[in-house]
Nanobody, 121 residues
Framework: EVQLQASGGGLVQAGGSLRLSCTASGFTFDDYAIGWYRQAPGKEREGVSCISNYDGRTFYADSVRGRFIISSDNAKNTVYLQMNSLKPEDTAAYSC??????????????WGQGTQVTVSS
């Protein structure tokens, strides 16, 4: 059974940090790129970050570059999103998606359930 599960969300004060995890099972993790997305109420879904499990290339949206760090532990089939210097505007439901190949090019193969991040001012 294919599963992609995001976890690690919570409530944090502005300026704080959280680390999200995206754990995969049921498919060959190394053959996929993993992307993180977020969606706040009333707003469109935003691509936050992407990592290639082929060569480690990374991408960050302008809104998070310099504050968020994406990394992959292939032995654990898990991609992490370390979120630092959090701002209230980072409040959203965060989800991860797997893309077959070396980059986050739609359509995605799998989507995971989201985890809520709430940043208080």
């Amino acid at each position: 059974e294919v599963q992609l599960q995001a976890s690690g969300g919570g409530l944090v004060q502005a300026g704080g940090s959280l680390r999200l995890s995206c754990t995969a099972s049921g498919f060959t993790f190394d053959d996929y790129a993993i992307g993180w997305y977020r969606q706040a109420p009333g707003k469109e879904r935003e691509g936050v970050s992407c990592i290639s499990n082929y060569d480690g290339r990374t991408f960050y949206a302008d809104s998070v570059r310099g504050r968020f760090i994406i990394s992959s532990d292939n032995a654990k089939n898990t991609v992490y999103l370390q979120m630092n210097s959090l701002k209230p505007e980072d409040t959203a439901a965060y989800s991860c998606a797997a893309y077959r190949g070396d980059w986050c090019v739609p359509p995605s193969a799998y989507w995971g359930q989201g985890t809520q991040v709430t940043v208080s001012s």
